[in-house]
């Protein structure tokens, strides 16, 4: 268990709907990450943030949008959905924004679009 | 383009027998290798972190090396388990940003008995 928490587990929804994605960082962690892991393009890199600012941004469409509140939980949003965002989505934590941070990964929620 | 190459992208080897798996990078300014490992539907979990200066960096029966002039690392895994049958993945950081982050595609270990 890394101690990164996130809910649901499982989501079922329809093209066009919008969802959103929890995330509970370890105790202590200022770091939230999020990623894409798709069966046919791997993990990929979401966006970062660190102690409520957005910190850096990889392949995320306009779609979505992610936050992270004074407690330091994440959310991400996943607006206009489509069949092809049917993935795995991560969020990881870590210490500091540090470039050698370990990052623990949580259990993931999987995004079924139909 | 920055890539991350990993190969094999599957190996099957028995179980107490050694491996070897290879990560090539293009990735441009580095600054760290990172090695993962995820079992199927799980997130996955940390093996070995390197920075540019180090060349390797051991975890248990897990043994990462960088070539950081090659831009090459691969990971050994020694007396393999059967748990250790699962997804190893390579990623790479840019030293301009911990957030980005690229990653391999993963070799897919199975350990048979």
């Known amino acids: 268990d890394s101690g990164v928490t996130q809910t649901p587990k499982h989501l079922i929804t329809a093209t066009g709907q919008r969802v959103t994605l929890r995330c509970s960082p370890r105790?202590?962690?200022?770091?939230v990450y999020w990623y894409q892991q798709s069966l046919d393009q791997g993990l990929q890199f979401l966006i970062q943030?660190?102690?409520?600012?957005?910190?850096a941004k990889g392949n995320i469409l306009e779609r979505f949008s992610a936050q992270q509140f004074p407690d330091l939980h994440s959310e991400l949003n996943l607006s206009s959905l489509e069949l092809g965002d049917s993935a795995l989505y991560f969020c990881?934590?870590?210490?500091?924004?540090?470039?050698?941070?370990?990052?623990?990964f949580g259990p993931g929620t999987r995004l079924t679009v139909l | 383009k920055n890539q991350v190459e990993q190969s094999p992208q599957s190996l099957i080897i028995l179980e107490g027998k050694n491996c070897t798996l290879q990560?090539?990078?293009?990735?441009?300014?580095?600054?760290?290798l990172r090695w993962y490992k995820q079992d199927t539907g799980r997130g996955p979990v940390s093996l070995t972190i390197?920075?540019?200066?180090?060349n390797t960096k051991s975890n248990g029966r897990y043994t990462a090396t960088l070539d950081a002039d090659t831009k090459q690392s691969s990971l050994h895994i020694t007396a393999s388990q059967l748990s250790d049958s699962a997804s190893y993945i390579c990623?790479?950081?840019?030293?301009?940003?911990?957030?980005?982050?690229?990653f391999g595609d993963g070799t897919t270990l199975t350990v048979k008995p």
């Open positions: 105790s202590g962690d200022l770091s």
């Open positions: 390197m920075t540019f200066s180090e």
């Open positions: 943030y660190y102690n409520g600012e957005e910190r």
């Open positions: 990881a934590s870590s210490p500091t924004s540090g470039y050698a941070d370990t990052q623990y």
């Open positions: 990560c090539n990078y293009t990735v441009s300014p580095f600054s760290n």
């Open positions: 990623v790479v950081t840019l030293n301009t940003n911990a957030g980005k982050s690229t």
